[in-house]
Antibody, heavy 121, light 108 residues
Framework: QVQLVQSGAEVKKPGASVKVSCKAS????????ITWVRQAPGQVLEWMGW????????HYPQKFQGRVIMTTDTSTTTVYMELRSLRSDDTAVYYC??????????????WGQGTLVTVSS | EIVLTQSPDTLSLSPGEGVTLSCRAS???????LAWYQQKPGLPPRLLIY???IRATGIPDRFSGSGSGTDFTLTISRLEPEDFAVYYC?????????FGQGTKVEMK
């Protein structure tokens, strides 16, 4: 069965970086993209971009350009999301989700369990 | 970016009742790139509808979506106890993909 399993909770200081992993299993890893979405406590969902594991192409919205990097490791079918220069308002649960591997493809048929990242001095 | 505004913010209903949730976009949503998600506390969202009206795998037919342009709706024909949750719409036709602020459907 399809599974996305994320790494555990993190506590970081302002200015640091965090790297969250999302291990995929149960499907052809190269055939689908992975999207990252975050949700601050009690807040709405925020789309952070996506990566296509078949060619490592990425797309980040302007808000996160220069601060987020998404990478893949096809040998372990794992996707990574690194967020740099953390601020307190980056405190959120970060989710990975599977998506169709083409532009304008729908997303979210499978989700990771979420990773809480807390940014605090 | 496209701003999605959902209404109402909260609905108090009883099991068995029907409900229609609204999602209005600040600009026309390209083609049929509109999805709906359900989220329960402490869990990730669950995809219900994509392409405006296509039910995701395993989603019961009491859930239906419709709309075009800037106005979209999610209808639940008869609420089951497990349907009480927060519902989000999302447009994915223009970057950045954006979500509405959510409508909470709570039990009366």
């Amino acid at each position: 069965q399809v599974q996305l399993v994320q790494s555990g909770a993190e506590v970081k200081k302002p200015g640091a970086s965090v790297k969250v992993s999302c291990k995929a299993s149960g499907y052809n890893f190269a055939a689908y993209g992975i999207t990252w979405v975050r949700q601050a406590p009690g807040q709405v969902l925020e789309w952070m971009g996506w990566i296509n594991p078949s060619n490592d192409n990425t797309h980040y919205p302007q808000k996160f350009q220069g601060r987020v990097i998404m990478t893949t490791d096809t040998s372990t079918t794992t996707v990574y999301m690194e967020l740099r220069s953390l601020r307190s308002d980056d405190t959120a649960v970060y989710y990975c989700a599977r998506r169709e591997g083409y532009d304008f493809g729908p997303e979210g048929d499978y989700w990771g369990q979420g990773t809480l990242v807390t940014v605090s001095s | 970016e496209i701003v999605l505004t959902q209404s109402p913010d909260t609905l108090s209903l009883s099991p068995g009742e029907g409900v229609t949730l609204s999602c209005r976009a600040s600009q026309s949503v390209s083609s049929t790139y509109l999805a709906w998600y359900q989220q329960k506390p402490g869990l990730p969202p669950r995809l219900l509808i994509y392409g405006v009206s296509i039910r995701a795998t395993g989603i019961p037919d009491r859930f239906s979506g419709s709309g075009s342009g800037t106005d979209f709706t999610l209808t639940i024909s008869r609420l089951e106890p497990e349907d009480f949750a927060v519902y989000y719409c999302q447009q994915y036709g223009r970057s950045p993909r954006t979500f509405g602020q959510g409508t909470k459907v709570e039990m009366k």
